[in-house]
C-alpha cells in the first residue's frame, strides 16, 4: 500500500474493504478527472429527498446519468464518466443547499442534476411540486 491509502485501527474487515474501495474510486476520480467550478441554480432538498438521493438508483437504458456519494461529494457518472461534482449542506431554513458544484470539460453548461432529479428513478420519487416550480423557474432565465 502507498502513503495515500487508509489504514484502520479497527479488526472489522468488511468495514476497511469498502472503505478502501471507496478510497480507490477517490484517487481514480481525482486523479483521471479535471474539475472546473461551475455555478449552477440551488436546487434545495429537504430530508426525504436527500435521504432518496442519498440512496441513488440503479442505471438503465432510460436514465443513465446517476449520482453516487463519495467521500463527502455528491457525483454524476454515465457509463463510467465522472461528469459533475457537488456538495449539499443543510441551511437554517430546514433545507439542503448545493454549496459547491464542479463540471468536467464534457458536460459543462449542462444541468445534470436537475435532469437526473426530473427524470431518476429514485424511491420515493424526489420531484415534487415545489421543484417542478422551481425547474420551470430556472428554464425561464436567459442562459449565460
Known amino acids: 500500500m502507498d502513503k495515500r491509502e487508509i ?4 479488526p472489522d474487515h468488511d468495514t476497511w474493504i469498502i472503505a478502501r474501495l471507496h478510497h ?35 442505471p438503465d437504458w432510460d436514465c443513465r446519468y446517476v449520482p453516487y456519494l463519495l467521500g463527502g461529494w455528491f457525483y454524476i457518472t454515465r457509463s463510467g464518466f465522472w461528469l459533475k461534482k457537488f456538495k449539499y449542506k443543510k441551511g437554517p431554513d430546514g433545507f439542503y443547499h448545493i454549496i459547491e ?19 431518476g428513478r429514485f424511491s420515493p420519487r424526489i420531484l415534487d411540486d ?3 416550480s422551481l425547474f420551470q423557474d430556472i428554464n425561464k432565465q436567459p442562459h449565460q
Open 7 to 10: 489504514y484502520f485501527n479497527r
Open 24 to 58: 480507490s474510486v477517490l484517487l481514480q476520480i481525482q486523479d483521471s478527472v479535471s474539475w472546473e467550478k461551475e455555478d449552477i441554480p440551488d436546487i434545495p432538498l429537504s430530508d426525504e429527498q436527500i435521504i432518496s438521493f442519498v440512496k441513488g438508483y440503479t
Open 101 to 119: 458544484h464542479y463540471t468536467t470539460e464534457k458536460e459543462k453548461g449542462r444541468n445534470l442534476l436537475m435532469e437526473i432529479i426530473c427524470e
Open 130 to 132: 415545489r421543484l417542478l
